[in-house]
């Protein structure tokens, strides 16, 4: 008899895509944005805005925090689920505290599991620059489905 090999779970996934053999690639290699912290319930993101995410007001563009604070929420709760599972956002709900400009220095957004249930996950995260200072929070509904 031959013995299959069991599908990875959610974490196990999120380690090969971030720290595998392959290079991380999507949206962080887009934006600049990597991930440097990762484990079950929780993921960190870090990046350096710069001009290329400028809007026209001279700050860096709402949608940068939001790129990471979504990936921060939807990878914690990805770092949660089981093999036959995944998910899709139903609701961001972004707070902007403080403007980015290129002098932030790196950022740092923390995403964390609050609850996850059999078909509804609830995360949060929050967006810090090189200083210590919030920027952004977020919190996110998203809906559990079977693969």
Do not use: W
Not at 43 to 59: H, L, M, R
Not at 65 to 72: E, I, M, V
Request: aromatic share 6%.
């Amino acid at each position: 008899m031959c013995e299959v090999a069991e599908a990875p779970d959610g974490l196990a996934q999120l380690q090969e895509i971030f720290f595998g053999t392959k290079p991380y690639t999507g949206i962080g290699r887009t934006l600049k944005f990597r991930p440097v912290e990762l484990e079950a319930g929780r993921v960190v993101f870090e990046g350096t805005p710069d001009e290329t995410v400028y809007n026209p007001i001279g700050t860096v563009h709402g949608g940068y925090a939001a790129t990471l604070l979504d990936s921060a929420v939807g990878c914690a709760v990805h770092s949660r689920l089981a093999a036959n599972q995944a998910y899709t956002t139903l609701e961001l709900k972004i707070a902007y505290h403080r403007a980015l400009t290129r002098d932030s220095g790196t950022v740092r957004a923390e995403g964390t599991v609050v609850s996850i249930g059999r078909r509804v996950a609830f995360a949060e995260a929050k967006l810090t620059d090189g200083h210590g200072n919030l920027c952004a929070t977020a919190t996110s509904t998203l809906l559990v489905i079977s693969r």
